[in-house]
């Protein structure tokens, strides 16, 4: 089992509810991959260095988490048919 961290930017004219309800499916692809989701810091709504999708703001989430390596694969899967995702990334923390 590794040590991760990932930054995940969701759109920021998303409900409370919803943003929560996405949040929860990126921890249950954690734990079914017999992961364990140690740290969610919501840093709330931030204004993003360059626009993207015509957005000047996102809702940054940092998780962190161990995990298998396949969970990553499952993750990028995941984020990536996310319509109310904008960008996330994962990596390895070595500490």
Do not use: S
């Not at 079914?32 to 015509?54: C, F, P, S």
């Amino acid at each position: 089992m590794n040590k991760y961290e990932g930054v995940f930017i969701l759109f920021p004219n998303l409900e409370e509810e919803v943003r929560n309800a996405e949040l929860d499916k990126l921890k249950k692809v954690i734990a079914d991959y017999e992961g364990t989701v140690e740290n969610v810091d919501e840093w709330g709504q931030k204004r993003l260095a360059y626009e993207i999708m015509k957005n000047k703001e996102g809702y940054y989430t940092i998780i962190k988490f161990t995990a298998k390596t396949e969970v990553i694969k499952e993750l990028d899967r995941v984020c990536g048919i996310n319509e109310r995702m904008m960008r996330h990334m994962i990596i390895r923390d070595d500490k």
